[in-house]
């Protein structure tokens, strides 16, 4: 799950860079990967990398099978969001540098608590284990736990319980330790 | 009851044409997108947008649970699938019905019916809606001779129990029977272990044809007109126009008829399209089957009908019913549309999603565009390749083609790769001009000539 | 004979929305424009752009001997004069007869006798439409006390040879009579030399409400319901509302009976609103003038019946039949309009022409906008000052409100004043959500308070 | 007709100056006449006018009763002339530096000579006078006289005999002396 670690380039992480470019307010993005070279850029003349040593920002990209946990390259990136006027409810604020988000891994309906009544899973201020289950996402009555994925303090839970959050909306912020 | 706020779970064109459509009648409109279509035209025009899922079709517009989930979790009332994806889908129109929201199609028992081959024949002929003439099991030469006679040359001659083309023969008359069904039969015998077989009429020199037609459930049908779609590269259209010029009064008159009554006889919601085998040479036409969703192509009906078919899908989905006579529906123009793909029509037709870096569509009198695209537009490469719709009308097809040549001209894509190219070798091509064309011309005559261009 | 090119020779949106209602139905355009009009956007959509003069409007657009030249040397067969400038001038549409032009709008002669005052009120009293109810010369205050009971207090008692107010007074009851008739003949008598007095029902309390109608010249008229137009400022419309929520069933039944019977005595062709005065505490209706053209208003009727009536002047235009019956043509939602007008509001509507540098509509469910703007168009100075036409629709008049106040929020407009704050100010006034108002309400309720929210 | 003859700024001199500062390549233009301060920008955010020395381009305007003849100010302002498609018959090209184009006075249908199979008023190469007629223009079979309005010698005829012209369009141009 370390960015160190070699892997194969897949079309989701193409996707990612891709997201991340628009995002950002680079001009240009140049990566060369298992023999993928990709080249990225808002100059619609470009054709040739002018940057070709310019590699892929420090961004830990992992989609790891629970959580989809993004550490912002900077702030300015995990900033921008989407600009559509009604999207990602709560995903609209910065994410404070050195802290993570907890994105739901799929569209559905957020809980806080395995049922009503019942104690909440975590609670701000509260330190998670990689393991540890933060929320409940229910698509059609299908409920599925969302395990953290990290290690770490829970600074802020940004998903209101009961509210439908869409695909990668941020839910929760951890301080990782 | 009215609809009052839509979920349009498709993407690119047509989901820019659905939240228009629903936005004139007043109703609005939740738009469904995967990551990768965040920034598409339907979701800037929509009044909100929900990211469904990512870019993998599988986990965002092909997953009909999110679909419902996203429409009952935004207050909407109605669901518009568009076409391709769910759009022909039993289990969503089912699961729309089981969750109070409107599926604005067909009843999903409709669509299960329509969605079976050997169903919708059988509903066909029911309706008394001419298929292509067949034979049961013959046994002998004389048999089969004498069938010969019946259906006329040419025949296909198959193996009952085949497949693959094995036992499988064309006469051309009486002498091939004589000379080669005992072979086919003994081929067959010695493949499948049954030597029975049986016969069609083979069907050379065809158009594809299809009626728009539209009913409100209640039994009450009315069509559109008919579509002349036989300009196709492996089943996928290319040019599609309204009316089919070829064909005599007569014969459309029974095309509309057979169309009319097949839906009729299942008392069918909203629109439908019956697609038919024109066979040329015997002035004949042959049920293939019904879609059960707004086509691709629609817009040439509504340009030669004046009427708008989406917001119609809408007010019958609303309850509204079918206030209008057939004669208020008359066909008195012509129109065609050509698809604009991102694909290199030289290089085997690639796909070359991208960014666009210069659109500058035509316009003028006749001319329509039904696209998501614009200047700085990403097309992404997790979907199809088309990236809109030119459709052009006048009063006559001569003028129509005349048209499509000098829009085409004119149209500015730059950034990717498009078929403009090769839609420009069609318009212009003699054959399109005098209308002689058949399903395998686009293949057979029109591609080897446009590759010759590059030699 | 369908029409094959217009000429079209107005300027501002409506250009705009007739080379766009030309274009759909695949008919070509030429655009007349004065110098000042090149770069506006009708000359940007049309097929040809053909300047005919100076910015002076004299030089024009008033001049018809160059508009019927320029159609008669571009090849068109057709010309469609908008409203205003020329577009109820028989002189305009007699030109065109004479030289083979379809004037699309009435017939020359139509027009002539709906443009004379006397003339339109005796057909309508022919027709049987209502008029406003009086007398003829009143002798004794006798008499006129009668007549007083007959017509039902208030009245207006008037100089037969009179003008300017002298010997004119309203009466609330007989008393009134009594205590004034014999000093206002008297007064007339001095003023004038007669002495004679007339009188007639005085509307205090009224809104202005229109049929819109189309006949296709056979006699058959179809009406497309009414619109409330009842929020005016110096007799200009500045909010226009369909349908007209606050008339009785039938009442708003007479109204259209009354129209349609009206303009179908004149076997009347193409487009034409009849306009009315309705007398609230009366409960009653009176004839006002029939407006031979398409009038500015026209989108709330097209919003609430769904029919396009600018293509429908051209197909009328083109010789194609009214195919529909009335009851084809149900008013199934509400609408409302308001014309964005680049004036100062808190400067005594001082025009306020100049380049447009931010220009972002609303948009969304039931938001359309019909404007010739965009960011960096110059307004020029030379014209009316409307800019745009907001025009929302919903299934109710209460959520109708509710959505024109949301996107009247959402509307910038920077680089030039606009009468924004005023319309603003008029939709979330607490009396139009109620739908309390009348005739005077704007100059007497609405204005003075907004002035007060600039003290 | 002389420029430098002090006369009163009408609204169409003011139409004239916005169409001259539409077609070229300046970023401001500032006039102070009668008593009358005109101030034009390509920049949305300009306010005040920043060049206030800036005067009036050399340009000679006149409108002529006659005809309307303009020595344009520098090629690159005639050049430009109207960017619609199919505007303007003729009046595309631009004029020669020292020669002047007499344009239609009003829009309508130009004929070279006074009547069918009568010699044409002018022809290229020849001397014309002030009040020299150069051509007829018809309305609606109103035919109309157009007078030169200056003196000079005939370069080109840019109107096409018995084809429309808009109004302004280049009918004749002509080298004054």
Redesign the interface.
């Given at each position: 799950m370390a960015s160190s670690e070699k892997r194969k380039v897949t079309?989701?992480d193409i996707?990612n860079l891709?997201?991340i470019f628009?995002q950002s307010s680079w001009d240009e993005m140049h990566l060369e990967a298992d023999g993928l070279e990709i080249f990225l850029s808002n100059d619609?003349t470009a054709t040739t990398p002018r940057t070709p040593a310019a590699a892929v920002p420090s961004a830990a990209m992992t989609n790891s099978a629970v959580a989809n946990v993004v550490v912002p390259a900077a702030a300015s990136v995990a900033a921008s969001s989407?600009?559509?006027?009604?999207?990602?409810g709560g995903a609209g604020a910065p994410i404070p540098d050195g802290q993570v988000a907890i994105r739901a891994p799929?569209?559905?309906?957020f809980y806080r608590a395995p049922k009503p009544g019942a104690p909440t899973y975590i609670e701000v201020g509260q330190q998670i284990e990689v393991t540890t289950e933060v929320c409940l996402i229910e698509?059609?009555k299908?409920f599925t736990p969302v395990q953290s994925g990290l290690r770490g303090i829970v600074r802020e839970i940004r998903a209101r319980d009961g509210q439908?959050v869409?695909?990668?909306?941020v839910l929760i912020i951890i301080e990782p330790n | 009851m009215p609809i009052s706020r839509v979920l349009s779970v498709n993407r690119g064109e047509i989901a820019a044409r659905v939240v228009r459509a629903a936005h004139a009648l007043g109703i609005e409109t939740v738009q469904a997108v995967s990551?990768?279509d965040?920034?598409s035209r339907a979701?800037?025009l929509a009044?909100?947008?929900?990211?469904?899922?990512?870019?993998?079709s599988r986990?965002?517009y092909l997953d009909a649970?999110?679909l419902?989930?996203?429409a009952l979790?935004?207050g909407c009332d109605a669901l518009h699938p568009g076409y391709g994806f769910l759009s022909e889908r039993e289990h969503l129109a089912r699961l729309c019905d089981e969750h109070g929201i409107i599926f604005i199609g067909p009843a999903a028992e409709t669509i299960a019916a329509l969605g079976d081959k050997l169903k919708a024949k059988a509903i066909a002929r029911a309706a008394g809606v001419p298929l292509v003439p067949g034979t049961e099991r013959i046994a002998t030469v004389n048999d089969a001779v004498k069938a010969g006679e019946e259906l006329g040359y040419p025949v296909l001659i198959k193996a009952s129990a085949g497949g693959g083309g094995r036992g499988m023969f064309i006469a051309r008359g009486p002498d091939d029977i004589v000379a080669s069904f005992d072979k086919a039969s003994n081929e067959a015998m010695e493949a499948f272990g049954d030597g029975t077989m049986y016969m069609e009429r083979y069907v050379e020199n065809a158009r594809h044809v299809e009626v728009q037609v539209f009913g409100d459930g209640s039994g009450k049908v009315l069509h559109f007109g008919e579509r002349d779609c036989s300009i196709q590269r492996r089943y996928q259209k290319v040019f599609e126009e309204a009316p089919c010029a070829a064909m005599p009064p007569a014969l459309r008159r029974q095309l509309h008829e057979s169309a009319v009554n097949l839906v009729a006889s299942l008392k069918y919601r909203n629109a439908g399209t019956v697609e038919f085998l024109y066979d040329i040479d015997r002035q004949a036409i042959y049920f293939i089957e019904v879609n059960a969703r707004i086509q691709v192509e629609h817009p040439v009906s509504e340009q030669v009908t004046g009427y708008d078919l989406v917001q119609l899908q809408f007010q019958i989905a609303g309850g509204e019913p079918l206030r209008w006579t057939q004669d208020q529906i008359p066909v008195t123009r012509h129109a065609i549309e050509c698809r604009l793909n991102a694909e290199d029509p030289y290089r085997n037709f690639k796909p070359s999603p991208g960014?666009i870096?210069?659109w500058v569509p035509p316009q003028g009198a006749g001319i329509r565009l039904d696209s998501h695209c614009y200047a700085d537009y990403?097309v992404p490469p997790?979907y199809d390749s088309m990236i809109g719709k030119l459709i052009v009308t006048a009063a006559s097809r001569e003028e129509c083609v005349r048209r499509l040549q000098v829009a085409l001209e004119k149209f500015v894509v730059?950034?990717l790769t498009t078929n403009l190219p090769l839609l420009k070798f069609i318009a212009t091509h003699p054959d399109f001009a005098a209308n002689q064309l058949n399903t395998r011309w686009l293949e057979q005559i029109l591609l080897p000539a446009f590759e010759a261009t590059q030699e």
């Open positions: 079309a989701e996707e891709i997201e628009k619609p989407t600009t559509l006027s009604h999207a990602a799929n569209l559905g309906t698509v059609m299908l439908m869409e695909f990668d909306a | 990551m990768a965040r920034e979701a800037q009044d909100r947008t929900v990211v469904i899922g990512p870019a993998a986990l965002s649970n999110l419902v989930h996203t979790q935004t960014r870096t210069r990403l997790f730059e950034g």
